[in-house]
C-alpha cells in the first residue's frame, strides 16, 4: 500500500480501487470487528478479512479514528459483516449495507461505524425549564431500525462499577416477516459500546432508535417493522455521523453536561443571567437531541440507580460520587 508522502501529508500519495471503513476513535476491543463472508452463504474469508491495512488516525481532521483498508479491484461481490463475540460459540454477524470502490477524505469518510453509548435527558422537578442533562440510560433494551428493518437488538445491563451492553441474536427468533414468540436471551459479550453504521457509500442510513424498560414482544417488533408511522412515532432518529469540524462547530465552547444541569437545576425567571445561561443550555440540549455528540459533553456521573433517583429532586446531580461512595 503507498504510504503518506511525509508529515504534512494526508493520505497515501497515491491511492485507487480502495475499501475504506471509518471506525471513530481508538483502542476498540476485538470484542466487535468487521470481516467478510461470502455473498450467498455463511462462510467467512479470512483471507480476504486479513488483508485489512489498518491506520490509526492521530492527526488531521478525521482523528481520532480507525481506517481500515481493503484492495477492492474489480468490486468483488462479498459481503462485509459486524461480528459481535458471544459468551461462547460462533459470533453475531449483522450484516452491513453493500460495499463499493470509495475516495478517501479528510475528515468523515464515505463509510462511518461510530461506537456509541445511549443517553437520555433527566431533568428535575423544581422548573419547568429544566429539559435535562445527558445521563446513561437505565436498565433495558434498545433496538436499532436501519431502513426500517430491525438491525440489532441490545440488553443493557447496569452494575455498581459499570454499564454494559449485549446483543441478542435475532436471525435465530426471525420467521419470515415476523419474529418466533419466544425468550429472547441475550448471548453477546458484554460491549462497553454499540458499534453503529452512521454514513454508508456517501450517504448517511436511515437509522431509528428505541429504549424500552422491559423486552418488546415479537407482535411489537413486528408492528414497528411493518408501520413506519409508528416508528416515527416510538423511535428517535438521531444523525450519528461524527466529523471533527462539525463537533467543533456545535459543541466546541458551548455548555457542557454540568453547566446544563447548573443552568436548569438553578433557573430563577427573575436572574437575567441565569437565563441567559439556560438558553445556552437549551441550545446544547437541542444539538444533543439531534445528533451524536462527543463524550467530554456528558458531566461526570454514577451509575444509574432508579430507587435513588425517585427520592431526588434533581437526579442527574452526582450525589453520589462517581467511585459509589457518598458526598
Request: charged residues 25%; proline residues 7%; aromatic residues 8%.
Given at each position: 500500500m503507498?504510504k503518506?508522502?511525509?508529515?504534512?501529508?494526508?493520505g497515501?500519495?497515491c491511492?485507487?480501487?480502495k475499501?475504506?471503513v471509518?471506525?471513530?476513535?481508538q483502542?476498540?476491543?476485538?470484542?466487535?470487528?468487521?470481516?467478510?463472508y461470502e455473498k450467498d452463504?455463511?462462510?467467512r474469508?479470512d483471507?480476504?478479512?486479513?488483508?485489512?491495512?489498518t491506520?490509526?488516525?492521530?492527526?488531521?481532521?478525521?482523528?481520532?479514528?480507525?481506517?481500515?483498508?481493503w484492495?477492492w479491484?474489480?468490486?468483488?461481490?462479498?459481503?462485509?459483516m459486524?461480528?459481535?463475540?458471544?459468551?461462547r460459540?460462533?459470533?453475531?454477524?449483522?450484516p452491513l449495507?453493500?460495499?463499493?470502490?470509495?475516495?478517501?477524505?479528510?475528515?468523515?469518510?464515505w463509510?462511518?461505524?461510530v461506537?456509541?453509548l445511549?443517553f437520555?435527558?433527566?431533568?428535575g422537578?423544581?422548573?419547568?425549564?429544566?429539559?435535562?442533562t445527558?445521563v446513561?440510560c437505565r436498565?433495558?433494551f434498545i433496538y436499532?431500525f436501519i431502513?426500517?428493518?430491525?438491525?440489532r437488538?441490545?440488553?443493557i445491563?447496569?452494575?455498581?462499577?459499570?454499564?454494559t451492553y449485549?446483543?441478542?441474536?435475532l436471525?435465530?427468533?426471525r420467521v419470515?416477516e415476523?419474529?418466533v414468540?419466544d425468550a429472547?436471551?441475550?448471548t453477546g459479550?458484554?460491549?462497553?459500546?454499540?458499534?453503529?453504521p452512521?454514513n454508508?457509500n456517501?450517504r448517511?442510513l436511515d437509522t431509528?432508535?428505541?429504549f424500552?424498560e422491559?423486552?418488546?414482544s415479537?407482535?411489537?417488533?413486528?408492528?414497528?417493522e411493518?408501520?413506519s408511522?409508528?416508528?416515527r412515532l416510538?423511535?428517535?432518529s438521531?444523525d450519528l455521523?461524527v466529523?471533527k469540524?462539525?463537533s467543533?462547530?456545535?459543541?466546541?465552547?458551548?455548555?457542557d453536561?454540568?453547566a446544563?444541569l447548573?443552568a436548569f437545576?438553578?433557573f430563577?425567571v427573575r436572574?437575567?443571567?441565569?437565563q441567559g445561561?439556560a438558553?445556552?443550555a437549551h441550545?446544547?440540549w437541542l444539538n444533543l437531541?439531534r445528533?451524536?455528540?462527543?463524550?467530554?459533553?456528558?458531566a461526570?456521573?454514577?451509575?444509574?440507580?432508579?430507587g435513588?433517583e425517585?427520592?431526588?429532586d434533581q437526579?442527574?446531580?452526582p450525589?453520589?460520587g462517581?467511585?459509589?461512595g457518598c458526598?
Amino acid at each position: 500500500m503507498p504510504k503518506p508522502v511525509g508529515v504534512l501529508s494526508r493520505g497515501p500519495c497515491c491511492e485507487i480501487n480502495k475499501l475504506i471503513v471509518q471506525v471513530v476513535g481508538q483502542y476498540h476491543p476485538p470484542t466487535q470487528r468487521l470481516a467478510f463472508y461470502e455473498k450467498d452463504a455463511n462462510t467467512r474469508l479470512d483471507a480476504l478479512t486479513a488483508q485489512d491495512c489498518t491506520e490509526n488516525i492521530t492527526a488531521y481532521m478525521c482523528a481520532p479514528s480507525q481506517l481500515h483498508v481493503w484492495d477492492w479491484s474489480g468490486e468483488p461481490a462479498h459481503r462485509l459483516m459486524l461480528e459481535i463475540e458471544t459468551e461462547r460459540g460462533k459470533p453475531i454477524l449483522l450484516p452491513l449495507p453493500a460495499t463499493r470502490i470509495t475516495l478517501r477524505q479528510v475528515d468523515q469518510q464515505w463509510n462511518q461505524i461510530v461506537p456509541v453509548l445511549p443517553f437520555v435527558a433527566l431533568p428535575g422537578v423544581n422548573s419547568a425549564y429544566d429539559h435535562g442533562t445527558p445521563v446513561l440510560c437505565r436498565a433495558g433494551f434498545i433496538y436499532v431500525f436501519i431502513d426500517g428493518k430491525l438491525w440489532r437488538e441490545l440488553e443493557i445491563r447496569v452494575s455498581d462499577e459499570r454499564t454494559t451492553y449485549h446483543d441478542i441474536e435475532l436471525k435465530k427468533f426471525r420467521v419470515g416477516e415476523g419474529y418466533v414468540d419466544d425468550a429472547r436471551l441475550a448471548t453477546g459479550r458484554a460491549l462497553d459500546d454499540i458499534w453503529l453504521p452512521a454514513n454508508w457509500n456517501d450517504r448517511p442510513l436511515d437509522t431509528q432508535l428505541c429504549f424500552s424498560e422491559v423486552q418488546l414482544s415479537a407482535l411489537r417488533l413486528q408492528r414497528l417493522e411493518s408501520d413506519s408511522a409508528l416508528r416515527r412515532l416510538r423511535c428517535q432518529s438521531p444523525d450519528l455521523r461524527v466529523s471533527k469540524e462539525r463537533s467543533k462547530t456545535v459543541f466546541g465552547n458551548k455548555p457542557d453536561g454540568l453547566a446544563m444541569l447548573e443552568a436548569f437545576s438553578n433557573f430563577d425567571v427573575r436572574d437575567r443571567g441565569n437565563q441567559g445561561a439556560a438558553a445556552q443550555a437549551h441550545i446544547t440540549w437541542l444539538n444533543l437531541n439531534r445528533s451524536a455528540f462527543p463524550l467530554s459533553v456528558p458531566a461526570p456521573q454514577r451509575a444509574r440507580q432508579t430507587g435513588f433517583e425517585w427520592m431526588l429532586d434533581q437526579p442527574a446531580r452526582p450525589e453520589r460520587g462517581v467511585s459509589g461512595g457518598c458526598l
